[in-house]
Structures are given as C-alpha cells and as structure tokens.
C-alpha cells in the first residue's frame, strides 16, 4: 500500500490571531529572566517593571515589550517593540513584525510586517528571514519580496531549524538531481538538531530515494524518531514499514503498536489501518468490534481507505450491525479522496456494485446525497 506524503505545516502562512489566544511568546526571541516572564504572566505591567540598571532606551523599550507581550498586553507591546526595533534591535523588529503579521495590538498589516522583518533580516536575523519566506509564499506582488526560496535559504544558513526544511522542501521540489542532494543534506541537518518535522523530511527522502539511494532502513528508523517525538504521519510510516517489512525485518506487533499511537492521534489513514490490524488480528488478538470502531473513525476523518473498510463491514454486519445503506453512503463516499480525486479501489467498486442489486433507486440517491454532503 503506498504511504502518504505529508505536506508539512511550515510553508502555510501563518493564521490571523484573535485576542482570546492563548500568550505564547516566540521561543527564539524570549531574553527575559524566568521570574521576570512569571511575573508578567501574573499581571506585572510593562509601565511597572522594574528595569535592569544599565539598559540602553531601545534595550529598555525591548524589556517592556516583552514583558507586555507575556502579559497579554498587546498595544504597549506592539508600540515598544517598534521603538525598540528602530533603535536597532533586531529581536525587536522581529516581534513588531510578528505582532503586525498576527495583527495583536493594531490592525493585521502584513506590509508593516514585512518592513520590520526587512529590518532585522538586515543584521541576518534568522527568525525574520524565515518569516519573510512565509510570506513570500502568499504570492502578494504588492510585498515585492520575490522568491521564498531566497529567504528560506537565507534563514537555513543562519541556523533557523524551520529555514533548513522549507530550504530542503524547495530544493526537493526543484526537480534538479543535484538540489535533491542538498534538499537530504539540510533535512538531515534539522534532523540531527532534534526538528521532528526534519526527521519526517529526512525519511521521506530516504524511503523515496530523493537525493541519493533509497534507504528504507534509514527511512524507517526515521520515521520511528519522528513518531517517538510527536508526529502522528510519523508513526503510521513507520507502522505500515514493520507491517510491510520495509527496512527491517516485518513485524506485526511493532506495527500494531505504531499504528495504534498514529491512530489514537487522531490520524485518519492510520486508524483505517490499526482498525485492519485489529480485524485480521495481525500482531493480537482479533476484535471486530474495536476494528468497526476504528474504521468508523478514519472514514469520518475523511480517509478513502476507511471509508471503503467501514461500508464493508456494515454490508457484513461484522463487529456492527448491519446496514445496507450507510454501507452505500461510505461506500459511495470512499470513490474520492478528501481532495476530490477518483480513488481507484476495485474492492470498493465491486462492494458498491453488490449493494446496487439490493438496494432501491430512490435510497441509493438519498445515500448518495449524504455522501456528498458530508
């Protein structure tokens, strides 16, 4: 079974924020002492901090600000960081640009955005390069900054973890063999500094042959790094790779066990696929039951695969009761992907063609309109 490319959250623009998020203030940019951040966090004003002897205006500006940002307090936040930013700093300008990309205290203005991040790109601010590359990706002319690529590979040079995998992820798609090279070189890069999405990238490109031989072992051990640091898709790689025996020896335990964290994470293709495990009874026992369970989930998630298994086992009536029509309806609903596109599934025809024979005309519209509403 062909596994799933991950299409990786860091080259989708960041969203608008509204005022009832949660503070959290970027990692990168945090100076402050602990019991300075706690203390903001806690209710301390930025007007009534204490400032730390020594400071320059715009090092005091920038205290301010910080202490505003983690206390929620977003307009002096927003108006320090800036004076703070024109003095030079460039942390400062790369929190002005994030606040006026986020729109917290003030309008979303994503040319004063980009003017601040221009600012701290100037001294290779590595958080700013990066968000310039992000917003490069919207395609506004009006920003004049050209191609991402260019400030993802700038970001990745000044050490930006994220910077790396976007840089590899453009150098990947290139299409140029020896780009494919360096795109597996800057993955393995974010890897090797604990970036669970570079450990997702450098497996992909290692399970795919990008940039160099195919290593499914290499793959697999990857993807299972990727998994144990958080990455649901990691997990279902790596569950499909011991159930297939790609990389390693096959093992439907370990497959069962890594399918199941995929699964329990809300993945959809993965809990298609734990559910197989569970109705087989391949690497335990076999539980019809948990198995409908876990295809129900994955066919409501959206997944081709378990919408198909879900009409099966409703046309059989195993581990759930039988219904011919909900198995037309996710029977129906599994010929396209969650994008659309046909899914080519001849199990899934011949199942649709069965229930055709049994059921009448006017319940398999019906059946069909609750598919396509859904």
């Known amino acids: 079974m062909l596994r799933i490319a991950l299409i990786a959250a860091l080259v989708v623009s960041a969203p608008a924020l509204s005022q009832d998020d949660a503070v959290a203030f970027p990692e990168e940019l945090i100076l402050l002492p602990e019991e300075v951040q706690n203390a903001a966090r806690s209710g301390l004003e930025a007007e009534d901090v204490s400032i730390p002897a020594g400071l320059s205006p715009g090092e005091e500006a920038w205290y301010r600000a910080q202490v505003a940002y983690m206390g929620g307090d977003w307009v002096p936040a927003r108006r320090y960081a800036g004076t703070a930013a024109v003095a030079g700093l460039s942390d400062a300008a790369a929190l002005a640009g994030i606040m006026a990309r986020d729109g917290r205290g003030g309008p979303r203005d994503m040319a004063a955005a980009s003017d601040w991040f221009h600012r701290a790109a100037r001294q290779d601010h590595p958080v700013a390069l990066y968000q310039l590359g992000l917003l490069a990706r919207l395609g506004d002319e009006s920003l004049e900054l050209g191609s991402p690529r260019i400030w993802f590979e700038r970001a990745a040079r000044a050490g930006h973890i994220n910077g790396m995998i976007a840089f590899a992820l453009e150098l990947k798609q290139s299409g140029i063999p020896q780009e494919a090279v360096s795109a597996r070189r800057w993955a393995e890069r974010a890897a090797q500094q604990g970036s669970a999405e ?99 989930r994955g066919a409501r998630g959206g997944d081709a695969e378990s919408q198909y298994l879900y009409a099966f086992v409703l046309a059989q009536g195993e581990g759930v009761n039988q219904d011919l029509e909900a198995a037309y309806r996710w029977a129906v609903a599994a010929a396209t992907d969650p994008l659309g596109a046909p899914v080519h599934n001849r199990d899934r025809d011949r199942l649709q063609a069965a229930l055709e024979r049994v059921l009448p005309l006017d319940v398999q519209a019906r059946m069909r309109e609750q598919a396509e509403a859904g």
């Open 198 to 296: 570079g450990m997702y990238q450098l497996a992909q490109m290692l399970d795919d042959g990008a940039g160099g031989e195919r290593d499914a072992a290499g793959a697999r051990v990857w993807y299972g790094r990727a998994a144990e640091a958080g990455l649901a898709e990691a997990a279902f790689q790596a569950g499909m790779m011991w159930a297939d025996g790609e990389g390693g020896e096959q093992e439907d335990g370990e497959a069962r066990r890594w399918l199941r964290i995929a699964a329990e994470s809300d993945y959809a293709p993965a809990q298609g696929q734990y559910g197989l495990m569970l109705y087989q009874g391949r690497g335990g026992e076999r539980n019809l039951a948990e198995a409908a369970h876990w295809f129900s």
